[in-house]
């Protein structure tokens, strides 16, 4: 007398079915992802851009500066006003230089919070549609294996 094995890759078969997995909602989550990496790194480069322009030009005012300053003097006293000069606009090119960069990571950090806050919210909506659409899919399976329990 032989004993009847229980088919258990159609019992799996059955079961995975019964669990479906919305793969529309997985491509959606991708899209939201690649979406915000593509807007985040815009706004880093475009800060990189800005950043490296402050920088030429302070270095180009420096240089411009400097070669002010290495000129022959006439007078002794001329060298000491000429650094002194140069000092001073140093400090003044330096604040506003530091500023201008103060520009760019708040732009950035603004940019990124209003992409974080709208990426929340489509991630929170692609979230709920996926949770709404398994809980119909899975009440309707309840309800096919009920209906064919019960047959």
């Known amino acids: 007398m032989a004993a009847k094995t229980q088919d ?6 059955d079961m995975m079915g019964a669990f ?7 491509e959606d989550a991708f899209k939201t992802t690649a979406t915000l990496n593509e807007k985040l790194s815009g706004v880093a480069l475009e800060a990189a851009e800005k ?18 300053m ?3 003097k006439s007078e002794p006293a001329d060298y000491a006003k000429a650094m002194t000069e140069f000092a001073s606009a140093q400090a ?7 500023a201008a960069f103060a520009e760019v990571a708040k732009k950035v950090q603004m940019d990124t919070v209003e992409l974080m806050m709208a990426a929340g919210k489509d991630m929170s909506e ?15 399976n309840a309800k096919k294996a009920t209906t064919a329990a019960a047959k």
């Open 92 to 98: 003044e090119m330096t604040a506003e230089h530091m």
């Open 20 to 26: 479906p997995v919305d793969t529309a909602a997985m």
């Open 8 to 13: 258990f890759t159609t019992m799996m078969k």
């Open 70 to 72: 290495s000129k022959a």
């Open 126 to 140: 692609d979230a709920s549609a996926a949770m709404k659409k398994a809980t119909q899919d899975m009440t309707a």
């Open 51 to 68: 950043s490296t322009e402050i920088s030429s030009k302070w270095t180009k005012d420096t240089l411009t500066r400097l070669s002010e």
